[in-house]
């Protein structure tokens, strides 16, 4: 019988890997034909660094995610698994910061450096990296979530003598 | 008999007590702060003036002044608020550090400043990787999307930013290790001591 600690663990591993992967399916297909002042161009992921680093980061954390799912409850890897969490939450923040930053730029424009938010002409573009960012975004938190649950797991003894 | 191999137990003890790595931590959180502080500063007086001249009527020009403010980017003032709570956060821990060793919670003393080193980390990375790509977009534009860039007309500016981003990045590192080194001091330290009741 699965205990409720380890089912409660691979429930949230598992929202995790799902959320991950979507934001990196949703990034990655996200490509759209615009016309900009009568010249038509492509907008895709890889216009944009930002984008190509947030695809990049949330891939390597779905495969480590899909991996860490099939860890057996007993191994000592454990505490390597608490370890990575901590290094792959950093990788996850950053790349959603970077790419949020240059999503809000391409939404809103910059009016004093004279660059033209594109949104309005690439809209289905827009909407999908939205969706990606969300989609990081929500892997992110349980991954934070999970990262607290491990650390009060693990320092069980030391909070009952609280 | 038994209090003198208890007294000797002590001594033994203590002298394997990591007392250099207090030293360490110390000075490496105090690297950090000068490191975050540097960059708030240099980021927060970030500004730089041009006058351009735009048109002409008659024989006088008419000049434009525009301004280069690290406001004008929401990423910018981003990473000024993460790197200034980093700093204010490595000040207070020095400061318990240093005078407040007797603070503590319920034991959980350890436990708070790993886990507040580690949520300092996470907000320094996110500050950080946001305003190097503010500025790599800025320096060299986006052709894609007719994306200009900036650095060739405000280049005090784009030196500046710079400057406050790799003073960032080493309070990055610095903060990493100082968070895996709170954590490795949350996770070795000695929990029954000879005082305490085991039931």
Redesign the interface.
Known sequence: MIKPKRLLSLLLRFIAFGTTLAAVILMATSHEKGT?FAVS?E?KYT????FK?FVIAYAIVTVYGFLVLFLPPGSPIWRLVLALD?VF??LL??????A???A???KNG?P?????P?CGQVPKFCNQVTGALVAGFIALITYIIL??YS?YNF?N???E?? | MALQNEDKLEVGYSSLQPKPKKWVLLMLRLLAFFATAAATVVMGLNKETKTLVVATVGTTPIKAT?T?KFQ????FV?FVIANGLASMHNLVMIMGDLFGQKLDY???RL?MIA?LD?MT??LI??????????A???KNG?S?????S?CDKYKTFCDHGGGALIASFAGLILM?II?VMSIIK?LIKP?PDSTTVVP
């Not at chain 1, 923040?93 to 970077?98: D, E, M, V």
């Not at chain 2, 004008?72 to 990423?75: D, E, I, K, N, Q």
């Open positions: 900009f161009y907008a216009d944009t660094p930002a680093y901590l939450i950093m923040i950053s790349s959603i910061s970077a949020m930053a240059i809000q730029v391409g910059n004093r450096a004279a660059w033209l594109v990262l607290l650390i320092l003894p030391l909070f003598k609280a | 525009l280069a004008h980017t929401p990423a981003f319920k034991g959980l436990a886990i580690m980390v996470a990375s996110g500050g950080a990787s946001a305003a190097a790509f503010m790599e977009l800025g986006n894609h999307a007719r994306w200009n900036i990493l968070s949350l929990k």
